[in-house]
């Protein structure tokens, strides 16, 4: 399929927060049929990020590496076979995001 055009990657850095707050966009249901069980005992709907997809290279090539967090809040890299530590630092300083993983917790 072509788009007529040519695509280019957007390598700028993104910043997202580890836990995003999605309370004031979910309705807490009143009776109407929506589930408000996605609402913690404050009344609060919180996302944890557990998950990241990087990808290095231009839009023809390139590399894919994971961040994933263990239920321990332990960050780990992962790259081919390749698995070592990292931070939540590392996280939310790499570049070129293009999935991020959130978890309701």
């Known amino acids: 399929m072509s788009y007529g055009g040519s695509a280019t990657k957007d390598s700028h850095q993104v910043s997202f927060p580890l836990t995003l707050d999605l309370t004031p ?7 109407d049929g929506r589930d408000s069980s996605v609402f ?3 009344g609060q709907v919180l996302y944890s990020l557990y998950g990241l997809v990087e990808h290095s290279g ?9 961040y994933v967090k263990t239920p321990g809040d332990k960050w780990f890299y992962v790259s081919d076979s390749s698995v070592s530590s990292s931070s939540a630092k590392s996280v939310t300083t790499t570049f070129c995001l293009i999935d991020k993983i959130w978890n309701c917790f």
């Open 40 to 42: 913690d005992d404050d």
């Open 25 to 31: 966009y979910c309705y807490p249901g009143d009776g």
């Open 58 to 66: 231009s839009m023809n090539w390139g590399h894919y590496v994971a």
